[in-house]
Structures are given as C-alpha cells and as structure tokens.
C-alpha cells in the first residue's frame, strides 16, 4: 500500500467537496446566531492561512488561541492545514500560569474572544507574542495592546490555498495540562494521531458520529481539544453547532431544541446543571437526543438513573486525559451481557472498554498485571498512536510519567473485570496503602456521600506506625450523626480492614481553583493523627 500521510487537510477537503451545503452554526457574543456551510468555511480557512502567511506563521509555529467554542475556533482548528500548529489555552488557569504557558510554546499570535480580553491585558508585559487577534462580528476593537479584528484580518483574502504537503509526524497543535501538581505541562498532537483518534472516536461502538448528527460542542475547545470531537465531526461532515461565550444549561438546552441536537459531550458537572434546568422546565425536554457522552470524572449512577428514566437519555461513560487525545475507554455495555437493572447501572459506572488500537497494561507496584477479576488494583498505563511519548520541552517531567520501555502512565488507579470493563478507582497520590494492599479512597468517599446527614466527605491516607497508611474519612455533616453511625453505615459494603480508623468533622472541605477536594491541604493538617 502507498505511504500516504494521515493529515487534517483530508478533514478539510472531504467536508468542502461532499458535505459543503452542511451548517455550521455559532453564538455570537451578542446571543445571535451565525449560521454558514462548510463550503464557507473551507474560504475562510483559506483567508486566515493567507492572513497568517502575512504575519510571517510558517511550518511549525504557534498559533495561540484563548476563547469560547465558536466557528472561529474551528476555522483556528484548521491551521495545522498550512503546517501552523494551533495551541488552546485554558481560560480558566490562573494568569501567572497562562502566561507561563504562552512563552513555553513561543506562541507567534494570540486569538482572543472579545469578551476575554481584559485577562490578557494583565498579563501584556510578561509575554513573548507579536500580533494580537480579537475574535467577534465586528471589525475593529479597542484595546489596550496593538490589536487587530480576526473579521479585518481575514477580509479580502483570496478563498482558496496552495496546501503545503505535510508529513503526518507533524505537530498539528498543543495543549497543556492544568498545573494542579506543579507547572502546565504541554503536550503535542501530531496529524497522524489526531486523523486515528477522529476515526476511532467515530465508530458506532465507540463515540458513534455520523453525517446524520447535528453536534452540539460542550467540552470547551480549550480543554483537551474539545475531545477531539470538532476533528471527527468535521471528518463525517456533522452538522456542528457553537455555543459561544458563557454557555448556560439554558442557552445549551435552547440551542439542544433549535437546532435539533443528536450528538453531544460534557463533563458529569453539565451534565447535573442541565438535569436541574430541565426539571425546572419539562417542556423543553431535548427531542432528538437520545444519549450523551460524559467524561473527565466519574458520573453519579444516581445522575445516570435520572437521564435514563426520566428523559429517555443515556449517560455513555467515557474516559481519557489530556496526553491521550483524549479518549481512551467508552462504556457500551456488550449484547450479549443480561443484566437486571442493579447489574446494568453497576457496569455502567465504570468507565469501559479500551479503544480499538490502544494497549493497555493495569500493573501493582511490582510491575506485575493485576488479574482480571474487578478487584485487584493497580495503575494504569497506556500505549497508542495518539498517546503523547512525551512532554514538550521538559525532560524531568518526562521521565516521571513514561516507563524506559514506552508507555504513559496514566497515574489512575483501576481495576478490570472478566468482560475487560476497566474502573478507575483512585488516584496513585490519593490511594490509601494499608499493610501492603491499597484501599480506594474514591470508593469510600461515595459510600459516605449515600448518607443523608453527609453533605460532603473526602478520605485521605495518613501515616500509621504499624500499617504505613491508615485512611482517616473527613465529613462535612447537614444533620447530627455520630462516626460510630457513619462507620455501622459503611460496615456491609467493605472488608474490615477498608474501614476508616477515625471520622473527623468540619465545617468545608478545602478545594482547589478548579472546585476539585484539595486533599493535599488535608493530609498536611491531619499528617500526625494516627502517630499521636
Ligand atoms: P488535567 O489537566 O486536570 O490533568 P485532564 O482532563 O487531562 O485534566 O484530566 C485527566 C484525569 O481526569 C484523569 O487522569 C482521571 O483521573 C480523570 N478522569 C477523566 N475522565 C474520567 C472518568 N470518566 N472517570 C474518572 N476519572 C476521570
């Protein structure tokens, strides 16, 4: 067979020759609706390459983007096409850490929403880029930094583009990941991984994406590539659909109705605003959407429940990481499996099936596999065409995360039952090690949680002289309970030796700038609780 290179350029040309009557929607700043085809798009992915051309992009620069999911962001998407790689920046980092992030890739030009601008503003002098875009309907906006307005910097460029041939190694973009342990690391996506994740992520079994679908993108496009989703949609020629700034359960279930969605993805977190929003408003339950993807951290089974009995809509448990593209595992439970509804909503709890082309190895700390018998632990690590092998310009951080003989390690802990349904059950930081064996603390904190006096509770690992680790569960109580209660309530659901040794009650649990428990600060306030 011939070497031909796996590049976005055939997205690109596929979807402007055989889908280019399809839509393209987008939520401007001012709520409006831009709607154009694919075949408009195509123009204007030529216009930027141009416009890009003259600001001096060529092969292998950065394209830095800081904005909403729009049609702008798509058309950005598309640089790699031109051999620029485009580089998402996460809005929601703290400024110190964008600016960190912008030097680290050397991004040449920074495309901003309109609405965006005031967070680069404070950060203009500590950063090396040479030309600012401001992206929006208008054509010029005022600024505190020279700037130009993506609609002035593309107008009147010519609509088509001599495509450079590229070698599918290339870098097609960047992302990093956020700093909670230390400094963003950045992380590149070749054309190659991002064509075999495209086509992967499409298949029925796994995200399933058609040209049928209307796909409404939630996962913001500058987090881990909106899941890679644009690329795959753009591939089948999906009708795709962009929330634009601030995207409310309203605005997202509003656009749902209108535009007809089949096809979406987000976080549990979206997920349960959007549950609340249509509890509160039964009519405008979503029509055309039968199932949704969720990933980045475990759903609730009570959300799952919800979705399925309440609106017809199935939660599909996806998992995977920035390094990862990101998918990795998706939960279709198998035809042949008969499960009642406990056993249904049990498997649907785990986060799935490995994706066709990736290996995987699930290894105790002695780098042995666990057996496949949804008990023993270990951690996961990965292989795959579109697993990062390494992180951008910084080897220390390299030789943390990948083994000498070339996988990725994930740094969740999970275990695998008889059927190959993978469950991540902690964290390697946040599993409790007991005598030798490891305790889920995830495992335990929901258990608490199902109490009703429990509003919040985290379970954390604290030195014990005789056992290493001990866990110690900390519980923000709604009503009076004792530990003894707590601990007879956990009693049927664990081995003894899982049971915490001590419940200790606070008013909040402390939690880090993106919401999640900040188990560190715990673990330092309670390091000497079991020495004593
Ligand atoms: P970050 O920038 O915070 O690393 P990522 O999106 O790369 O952001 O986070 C990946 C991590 O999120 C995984 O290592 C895992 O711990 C968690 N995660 C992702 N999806 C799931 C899921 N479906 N269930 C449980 N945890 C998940």
Redesign the pocket.
């Known amino acids: 067979m011939m070497g031909h290179p796996l590049t976005l350029q055939n997205f690109l040309m596929r979807s402007r020759d055989f889908f280019g009557k399809k839509e393209i929607v987008s939520r401007e700043l001012d709520g409006t609706l831009f709607r154009y085809t694919y075949r408009e798009f195509y123009e204007r992915v030529c216009r930027l390459a141009h416009a890009l051309e003259e600001l001096g992009v060529g092969k292998g620069d950065r394209v830095g983007t800081f904005g909403w999911n729009t049609h702008r962001h798509l058309e950005l998407y598309f640089t790699p096409c031109m051999g620029a790689v485009y580089h998402t920046i ?1 809005i929601r980092l703290f400024p110190e850490q964008i600016a960190y992030i912008i030097n680290h890739a050397n991004d040449r030009v920074l495309f901003i929403d309109a609405d965006l601008v005031p967070l680069i503003e404070q950060i203009r002098d500590k950063i090396n880029v040479q030309n600012f875009v401001i992206m929006g309907k208008e054509k010029s906006y005022d600024t505190k930094f020279d700037s130009i307005a993506y609609e002035e910097l593309i107008s009147g460029k010519p609509r088509d583009y001599e495509w450079p041939l590229l070698d599918e190694w290339d870098t097609a973009g960047t992302a ?5 342990t230390g400094l ?1 690391k950045g992380v590149e996506y070749t054309h190659r991984g991002l064509v075999l994740h495209s086509i992967v992520a499409a298949l029925p079994d796994e995200m399933g994406l058609s040209e049928k679908d209307n796909v409404l993108h939630i996962v913001p496009m500058f ?2 590539n909106a899941w890679s989703i644009p690329f795959a949609a753009t591939m089948v020629g999906a009708k795709q659909v962009f929330p634009g700034s601030q995207p409310t359960p309203q605005v997202l279930v509003d656009l749902m109705n209108s535009e007809k969605i089949t096809f979406t993805a987000g976080v ?1 977190t979206i997920w349960l605003m959007v549950y609340q929003y249509l509890k509160q408003n039964p009519d405008k339950k979503p029509e055309h959407l039968k199932e949704v993807i ?6 609730p089974v009570a959300l799952i429940k919800a979705f399925r009995e309440e609106f017809g809509i199935e939660i599909i ?8 593209t ?1 998918l ?2 998706l939960n279709r439970p198998k035809s042949y499996l008969e499960l009642d509804d406990e056993a249904y909503y049990q498997l649907k709890t785990s ?1 799935g099936l490995i994706a066709p082309l990736l290996e995987m190895r699930i290894v105790k700390e002695d780098g042995r596999e666990v057996e496949w018998n949804g008990k023993d632990m270990g951690e996961l690590i990965l292989k795959g065409p579109w697993i990062a092998k390494e992180y951008f310009k910084d080897i220390e951080k390299t030789k943390e995360k990948f083994t000498e003989d070339g996988w990725f390690r ?3 802990i999970a275990v695998i039952d008889e059927e190959g349904y993978i469950k ?1 059950v902690d ?1 390697v930081k946040d599993v409790i090690k007991s005598g030798g064996e490891w305790i889920s603390s ?1 495992d335990l904190e929901n258990a608490l949680m199902a109490h009703p006096a429990v509003a919040e509770a985290t379970v954390i690992g604290i030195e014990h002289p005789k056992w290493q680790e001990r866990p110690l569960a900390v519980v923000v109580r709604t009503q009076d309970v004792t530990k003894e209660e707590l601990i007879e309530f956990l009693k049927p659901k664990f081995a003894k030796w899982w049971l915490p040794d001590d419940i200790v009650f606070i008013d909040e649990i402390p939690k880090t700038s ?1 919401g999640k428990f900040d188990k560190k600060v715990l673990r330092e306030r309670f390091k000497d609780y079991y020495m004593k």
């Open positions: 996460n990093y990941t956020s700093g909670t963003p987090h881990a549990p969720s990933g980045g951290s475990a759903p448990h996806a998992y995977g990481l920035t390094e990862t990101p990795v595992t986060q994930t740094e969740d991540i964290r995830v993106v």
